[in-house]
Structures are given as C-alpha cells and as structure tokens.
C-alpha cells in the first residue's frame, strides 16, 4: 500500500510564474489536507478537503492560491503568479474517511523555490 | 498567529539520556498529536492523544495530555542515534473543522554518541 505521493519533490519557479503542486493520497483515503513549512518553522494549515468539497480553507491566502480535489485524479495546489515570499516546503496529508480524522499521513512534501 | 509554544526549541544530548519536550498554549485543546520529521520529509505521527490526563507510550516515548488541556509532553527514553530529527506537536481546537491542527514550531534533537 503505498503511502502519500506527491510530486515534483522539487520545484523551481521563477517570480509571476503559476506553481500546481499534485498530492495522491493514500489508497481509500477521501480527505486531503495541505500545509506549508517555512524554514525553521513549523507546519501551518491551509486547506481541508474531501472529494469535490473545499471542506476548510481558512489557512489559504485570498488571493493566487487555490485547491482541489476531483473525483479522480490527484489532489491540485495551484499558486498563479508566484512570489519569492511563496518559497516554502508544501506538504499534503491524507485521512481515511470517517468522524476522527486525527490520523493525518504526510506525504515527503514539494520544496518551492521562487527565483 | 502560532497558538502553540513549543519548548525547547533544540536539544542536545548524549546517547542514552531522555528527552523532555513540551507545548503550551492559552486555548484549550481536545486533542494533541506528536509527529518526527527527517530532513527532507514530511511529518510521521507518534503518539495521538484524546483525554485530559491521558497517558500513552510508544516503545521509548511517552506522551500525556495535560489535565489543563491546555499542554501536552513528550518524553524519550534512552536516546539512540536515530532519534535525530525535529519533533512537533499538534493540537486541535474544538472550534476548527476536524482536519484543521495547530502545530508547534518544533524542538530540534541531536544526539552524540
């Protein structure tokens, strides 16, 4: 059973570019989460959601950051027009469905580095 | 802002001593998760915790909940090599969505042999 994907490890953009940072969760798993780590730092919420629902995205920044999670396919976190404070490792979590969703399993994170 | 106080912030000692660590907060918590992270990875989870005053161990580590609900400890026995890496809590304030946790800034661990 393999355990949270996500992809590109690492990602390199340059200042207005658009950054999609994709997370597979894990098998039978139907909530996604995402979080950013700054350097030194630790992990801060940004978005909660289930297949199709945006369940709760009150860590996303208004504007340039969006997410998704269809009915198939990979979770979806779209940064438009990146800045240098956008620089941080992005990770997602995936929970099996069910009441208690304590049981949150990372995946290795995308590093994003905006020139 | 970071709800959580994590403490210390790094921690070096030798192998085969323990490691105390621990998260405070002004809020009230109900429940309090304990995560390692590697250099390069993302966060493994430790030991979860759902009652006020619970106790619960892990091979070498033990959590508790704190009676307060408001902090909660982790403790390593007899430190190994690999304890290296940085450790986190994470609480959940009854007020946020299930999937929504508060984490703590992270205590570095060294260990020297």
């Known amino acids: 059973n393999a355990g949270v994907m996500q992809n590109p490890r690492h990602l390199v953009r340059r200042r207005g570019q658009e950054a999609r940072l994709r997370c597979s969760p894990m098998k039978g798993h139907s909530h996604v989460y995402w979080y950013r780590q700054l350097p030194e730092e630790g992990l801060k919420f940004m978005v909660y959601?289930?297949?199709?629902?945006?369940?709760?995205e009150s860590g996303m920044p208004k504007e340039r950051f969006s997410a998704e999670f269809p009915k198939e396919g990979p979770s979806i976190l779209r940064i438009q027009q990146v800045v240098r404070g956008d620089s941080a490792a992005y990770f997602c979590?995936?929970?099996?469905?069910?009441?208690?969703?304590?049981?949150?399993?990372f995946g290795p994170g995308t590093r994003l580095t905006v020139l | 802002g970071q709800q959580l106080n994590q403490s210390p912030q790094s921690m070096f000692i030798q192998e085969g001593e323990d490691v105390s660590m621990n998260c405070t907060s002004s809020s009230i918590f109900n429940t309090w998760l304990w995560y390692k992270q590697d250099p390069g990875e993302g966060p493994v989870l430790l030991i979860a915790l759902y009652k006020a005053g619970e106790l619960t161990s892990n091979g070498r580590l033990t959590a508790q909940f704190g009676i307060t609900r408001k902090d909660s400890f982790l403790n390593i026995s007899a430190s190994i090599p690999s304890d290296v890496g940085i450790y986190f809590c994470a609480g959940h304030l009854p007020t946020d969505s299930w999937g929504k946790f508060q984490f703590g800034a992270g205590t570095q661990v060294v260990v020297t042999p």
């Open positions: 959601l289930q297949k199709e629902n945006i369940i709760d």
């Open positions: 979590a995936s929970s099996p469905p069910g009441l208690v969703t304590d049981t949150q399993y």
